[in-house]
């Protein structure tokens, strides 16, 4: 799994920051999951090494114009890229209709599927490889944050000892890679979480703009190997986040700590913190780390490779 950022300012683009938008690669099954899609983000993909033509989901956070302005110009385009057998969209209430306005008064039509699902608190998609849930955040309108699990995987099997204890290949290496007890023909009972190595656990990613500091991003950002928050705003500027219900610096770190995530990284600043001014952007990072010190800060085409633990690592670091 591995998260590049294509846009991290937020409200306007500036020169060297484009507004919201964020994927996800998932190279074991060639697609890219997008979230958020300001305007611009197609021009950010291509300027990237990312594949429109893997691009199967996009979930919106909320129907603000910076995380949504570019979606109707991304979905045209990929029909002209090369006809993706279809595309679904999560989001909030609003946004099939406001997908609708978009293609009836431009004259848009779809060359592929595109499915439009509007989101309610939970289970929001699930396959064999993954789940994804969402959670309502705190801001001016309906917004919601995202995590993404990913399922737990058995070890390595380790065919060369099965074949040394004499186990014939066939079924019986399934059930023994599922980690389940076998019986052999001459009576053995082999026990195959003893051939495996140990559980390749599910990596988790969470995805948390734009709210102000709420108890449903922690409980969403639980234990997240890497978790995404908006830090709009210094800790000086509180007053202007609690008036804007946005997330200041440590708002976003403790969001963090109190969820027990692994990592932290800021995204969504505001232009304010230009290079210059009284406050600039390393004072949030500062600010951040004071709380909760595994945090970066993003900035567009940061691509971040989502580190896997193994039941050995979670039991050291218990």
């Known amino acids: 799994m591995q998260v590049t950022f294509l846009g991290t300012s937020s409200g306007v683009p500036t020169r060297s920051r484009n507004v919201s938008s964020l994927a996800l690669r998932l190279p074991q099954r060639a697609e890219v999951w997008l979230f958020d899609c300001g305007e611009g983000t197609q021009h950010q993909i291509l300027r990237s090494d990312l594949k429109v033509s893997q691009i199967t989901r996009i979930f919106v956070t909320h129907m603000h114009g910076d995380h949504v302005y570019g979606l109707m110009g991304l979905l045209a385009s990929c029909g002209l890229a090369g006809n993706p057998s279809r595309i679904d969209v999560y989001g909030p209430p609003k946004l099939e209709e406001y997908l609708k306005a978009c293609g009836r008064y431009s004259q848009t039509h779809f060359s592929y599927p595109v499915k439009v699902h509007t989101v309610q608190p939970g289970l929001v998609f699930e396959d064999d490889e993954f789940t994804v849930s969402c959670s309502p955040l705190t801001h001016r309108v309906p917004a919601f944050g995202y995590r993404v699990v990913e399922k737990d995987k058995p070890g390595r099997f380790d065919v060369e000892r099965a074949i040394a ?154």
């Open 165 to 318: 204890l004499g186990i014939p290949s066939g079924p019986l290496y399934g059930q023994l890679k599922r980690g389940e007890r076998v019986t052999l023909p001459n009576g053995r009972v082999v026990n195959g979480a003893e051939l495996c190595g140990p559980t390749q656990v599910g990596r988790k990613f969470v995805y948390c703009t734009d709210t102000i500091y709420c108890d449903n991003a922690v409980e969403l950002a639980q234990d997240a190997d890497a978790l995404v928050h908006e830090s709009t705003f210094s800790h000086q500027d509180a007053e202007l986040a609690y008036q804007r219900l946005h997330s200041t610096s440590t708002m976003a770190a403790q969001v963090a700590l109190g969820a027990q995530a692994k990592r932290l990284i800021l995204t969504h600043f505001s232009p304010r913190y230009a290079p210059g001014n009284a406050i600039v952007l390393e004072d949030l990072l500062t600010e951040a780390k004071a709380i909760f010190p595994n945090t970066i800060m993003a900035h567009d085409f940061l691509t971040y490779e989502i580190p896997r633990r193994t039941t050995e690592a979670l039991t050291s670091i218990r």
